[in-house]
């Protein structure tokens, strides 16, 4: 029995469910579309009520159906006076285009794009310039100097470019060896011979003794150089290189072919690089007219745009 009971619950939910979903939602997009309704049809009423009212006052303006047909003949003729009055003025105030004369639009061509509109081609050979470069120096207007190069100096041919010459006695060292020590700053001793010890025979044996003239060293200090080894250059004052009396220390001398400037006046061009055109005469432009558009400079096709002082009416109007 319970179980029975308990199944007709779960079917009652179940059914309360399908129920609240897909019966429910209609009912109140029903009850919405009823509400919308309403509120158009009463929105219709008060609007029909607010032109009732105006037709109404209107007619309250309008004592009498004789007064009603006066202001009305009374408007047309006021209408009609002021459209020829406005008819009048505007044909007092109209003039002809001048710029279009009264077409409303302006013929042009298409410009000739081989004579670029100015009725003759460019010359071929100068390329619408009137000159052409000198082949010689192309044109630069000199030539490039054959003996410097370019480069306006030229180098001395003793030093090399380098405005100094070696020094005959120090070989660039800037000193001289001292010829009696040979740049040792020692000479041997000249007792010993550099040994240090004298030997002696004494009652027949050899015995050695210390030098008392070097100490035992074998060496004395050079007394011709105080023992440097070397004296100071007096040929290059130790500079160990002489100043080229050839270019005077500068290693470079002004060419006299071009002056210094690198480049030689062109001969062909006196220097001025160019040469007239001689197929144009200078002009830049052939002596015949463009065979494309015979020297018109433009086709024969038009261009027909609108007028800009008429905008295309063909009349200016003054107000």
């Known amino acids: 029995m319970k179980s029975k009971n308990a199944m007709l619950v779960g079917l009652g939910l179940i059914l309360g469910g399908i129920v609240f979903q897909y019966v429910v939602p209609p009912i109140k997009e029903y009850f919405k579309e009823q509400q919308a309704q309403k509120e158009h049809e009463k929105q219709l009423q ?53 710029k279009c004369n009264g077409a409303g639009y302006l013929i042009e061509y298409e410009k000739c794009r081989y004579c670029n509109g100015e009725g003759k081609r460019s010359c071929s050979y100068c390329n619408g310039k009137g000159i052409v470069n000198c082949n010689s120096c192309r044109g630069y207007g000199g030539l490039k100097c054959n003996k410097c190069y370019g480069k306006g100096i030229n180098r001395c041919n003793r030093c090399w470019g380098k405005g100094t010459l070696q020094c005959n006695r120090c070989y660039n060292k800037g000193t001289t060896q001292c010829n009696r020590c040979y740049g040792q700053g020692q000479t041997n001793c000249n007792y010993c011979y550099g040994q240090g010890t004298i030997s002696k025979y004494m009652n027949g044996q050899n015995y050695k003794f210390t030098c008392s003239n070097c100490g035992g060293k074998g060496k004395l200090t050079c007394n011709n150089c105080s023992g440097v080894g ?85 009349k200016i109007q003054h107000f």
């Open 230 to 314: 070397n004296f100071t250059c007096t040929n290059c004052s130790g500079k160990g290189n002489l100043t080229c009396n050839n270019c005077l220390g500068a290693g470079s001398f002004t060419c006299t072919g071009c002056s210094g400037k690198g480049k030689t006046t062109c001969n062909s061009c006196s220097g001025k690089g160019t040469f007239t055109c001689n197929n144009c005469g200078g002009i830049g432009k052939r002596s015949s007219s463009c065979e494309y558009c015979d020297g018109l400079g433009h086709t024969k096709k038009e261009i027909r745009t609108t007028c800009s002082e008429c905008n295309g009416v063909g």
């Open 46 to 98: 008060q609007e029909n009520e607010r032109l009732l009212r105006i037709e109404r006052a209107k007619l309250d303006s309008i004592k009498t159906v004789q007064d009603y047909k006066y202001k009305e003949e009374q408007l047309k003729a006021n209408a009609e006076a002021n459209r020829q009055a406005e008819k009048y003025r505007q044909e007092e105030q109209a003039k002809i285009c001048k």
